[in-house]
């Protein structure tokens, strides 16, 4: 993966992404970004992220439950999802809403 460490797990980038291979434009106007992957010790850095990727692509009313738009809610919580070591997916594999993953990895932190 480019610009990356060799091996370097902590980050999922989006395939959009120029330095993925993408062209960096879809077609719409998209803003792509890494993500930190939660794992047992980053969480508030992991929160601050998401919740800055989350307001940027206009998905953070989901997960605090004001959005009734099923298609955002779904991209919220697929972008929550691909944040996730495979312990945290395991946490949140129950939950029906990005609402429910937020909470559960909130109680969970």
Not at 29 to 35: I, T
Request: hydrophobic share 40%; glycine share 8%.
């Amino acid at each position: 993966m480019a610009g990356a460490a060799s091996g370097d797990t902590s980050t999922k980038m989006f395939p959009n992404h120029p330095s993925a291979g993408g062209s960096g434009n879809s077609g719409e106007d998209k803003l792509d970004y890494r993500l930190t992957t939660l794992v047992e010790d980053n969480y508030v850095t992991w929160k601050w992220q998401m919740v800055m990727v989350l307001k940027a692509k206009g998905l953070y009313d989901c997960v605090v439950g004001t959005s009734n738009d099923e298609t955002k809610k779904h991209q919220a919580a697929t972008l929550l999802a691909s944040s996730l070591s495979q312990q945290n997916m395991q946490r949140v594999i129950n939950c029906a809403t990005a609402k429910e993953i937020w909470l559960a990895l909130e109680a969970k932190a």
